[in-house]
């Protein structure tokens, strides 16, 4: 039977009209899933087809230089609006006040599911409810543990945690350079690891940022998770893709080690004063804590780390900026201090949150500013209204399941900026206002309907760092031998980035003690 049955398969001539009807009717079916895409509507923008590849898209959206991509597209529009495909996904890319209009204040796009679609390649909500369940239940969680009682908690934990990292610092070995005086340290990577440790001393588990050999561990899975990212999945989300794969083992490696944390806990009886244990006492699953640590070590680690450690760089190549901070945080510790003996750092670690909070505007502003200069990228949102959304007055239309993009740097970069290739925190001094001179001027810290949640923590911790930093050191622009230099270009961020990254060329500082801080 089975000899006669593949000899029938190896002649198709013979087959019967029906099972050819039934091959081509297959093939056909599959042709059309592959191949076809919903048709833009006639009032959405002008398609941009570019770079446009059957199936795939625009690839360069993903693959190439995105804000290039983007700035392209606009200038072949007569309104700065344009449509693209990522396979079979439609974008709009929207731009002016209109475009920020919408994208900001609509109440029908809807910033996780754009978020899931796009960046992770999740499939689609079954129903149209704008926050699905793991959205809930993550804010639900987040918000508490951005209050200030948690950072009153924590405090202490945080200064001290910030106060041995800067000690650790101070007896490095010293440079090769002209100087033995001196140290030299990748700010990429050195404050990198301070603000994890703090992230995961807010957020996670004190047992993971009181143990340096864990934080490292868990710093190193966080860091190929996060470089294992999949955009075949965005076009393809059915792929099992390497990178999903991967993305999948080290999600598993963080699971466990929070797992025997949790068990740990259980088998003594002894409960953590930590955000673990409040997630634990809420009764989340270990998957939606594991869920929610990634998505709050994604959220915050990737930003505030690239953060401090560009301003930090900035400072270097503003020494009006670099008198200013200097003289904040020498007045702050002038004022607190009990007594001559206490060094800088014993007197920032009896700051009180009010004080931290309070009495350092000028390293916000100095973050403001560097926020600016470091977040590329776009934005997403999904309309999922059921019907097309008008862009303002255009008379063009985001369609109905369709994604609103927004490229970041047509708010941060906007010509209402005076020198905005400058980094100069004096534009936000209250007779400039520069950032509040048109609607959504400035999206640093999200903007309308989705204001970033952890931005007082942010504020917070850098606010830590930089004190710290800049009260106990002096530090200057230098190669990796300790060497002073000045750069030959301005140590600025590729704006074609997808997100905040570490630069690819290294950059070092020195530093060393100041008198005043021995």
């Not at 990522?86 to 109440?107: A, T």
């Not at 003289?327 to 206490?342: F, I, K, L």
């Not at 000028?362 to 470091?374: G, H, K, M, V, W």
């Not at 925190?425 to 970033?452: I, L, T």
Request: with cysteine; net charge neutral.
């Amino acid at each position: 039977m089975g000899a006669i049955l593949s000899t029938a398969l190896l002649q198709p001539q013979g087959w019967p009209a029906t099972a050819w009807i039934l091959l081509l009717t297959a093939a056909a079916t599959v042709f059309y899933r592959v191949f076809w895409r919903p048709a833009l509507p006639s009032n959405a923008p002008m398609w941009y087809k570019k770079g446009d590849w059957p199936i795939l898209g625009s690839l360069e959206f993903y693959y190439g230089r995105r804000a290039d991509f983007f700035r392209d597209a606009m200038r072949q529009s007569k309104t700065g609006n344009f449509s693209f495909y990522i396979g079979k996904k439609q974008l709009i890319g929207v731009s002016g006040p209109e475009g920020r209009k919408l994208v900001f204040e609509s109440k029908e796009l809807n910033f996780p599911q754009a978020f899931a679609d796009l960046l992770t390649g999740q499939p689609s909500a079954p129903t149209q409810d704008p926050e699905d369940n793991f959205t809930q239940m993550f804010t639900k969680a987040l918000v508490p543990l951005m209050k200030k009682e948690n950072f009153l908690k924590n405090i202490d934990l945080l200064t001290e945690d910030t106060r041995a990292a800067c000690e650790k610092l101070a007896a490095a070995p010293a440079s090769k350079g002209d100087n033995a005086d001196w140290r030299v340290t990748d700010p990429f990577e050195s404050f990198y690891e301070i603000v994890y440790q703090l992230t995961m001393r807010t957020i996670g588990a004190n047992d993971i940022a009181g143990d340096p050999k864990l934080l490292r561990y868990t710093l190193d899975i966080f860091d190929w998770f996060e470089k294992s990212d999949s955009f075949a999945k965005v076009i393809f989300p059915w792929l099992p893709t390497p990178g999903h794969a991967l993305r999948m083992y080290y999600g598993a490696k963080l699971a466990f080690v929070f797992r025997d944390i949790i068990e740990k806990r259980r088998r003594s009886g002894m409960k953590g004063n930590d955000a673990l244990q409040f997630l634990i006492d809420r009764g989340l699953s270990l998957t939606n804590i594991v869920g929610f640590e990634i998505g709050a070590l994604y959220a915050g680690q990737l930003n505030s780390g690239i953060n401090a450690g560009y301003l930090q760089i900035f400072l270097t190549q503003n020494p009006e900026w670099m008198g200013l901070l200097r003289g904040e945080v020498d007045g702050v510790v002038a004022r607190h201090r009990q007594n001559d003996s206490q060094s800088t750092a014993d007197v920032l670690g009896t700051l009180d949150v009010d004080a931290w909070e309070s009495e350092f505007p000028l390293i916000d502003l100095a973050l403001r500013e560097t926020i600016r200069f470091c977040l590329p990228g776009a934005t997403f949102r999904k309309n999922t209204s059921g019907r097309a959304l008008p862009i303002g007055d255009t008379g063009e239309v985001v369609p109905a399941g369709a994604y609103a993009i927004y490229l970041v740097e047509d708010s941060l970069f906007g010509d209402w900026y005076s020198d905005r290739m400058r980094w100069n925190p004096s534009r936000f001094f209250d007779e400039n206002a520069e950032d509040k001179k048109v609607p959504h001027a400035y999206m640093g810290w999200g903007s309308g309907r989705h204001p970033c949640l952890g931005m007082k923590f942010a504020k917070l911790e850098m606010a830590l760092i930089t004190a710290y930093w800049v009260g106990m050191f002096d530090f200057e622009f230098a190669d990796k031998d300790g060497n002073r230099v000045v750069p030959t270009e301005p140590p600025l961020m590729d704006r074609n980035l997808h997100s905040a990254k570490k630069p690819e060329k290294k950059m070092y500082l020195r530093y060393k003690l100041r008198e005043q801080a021995k």
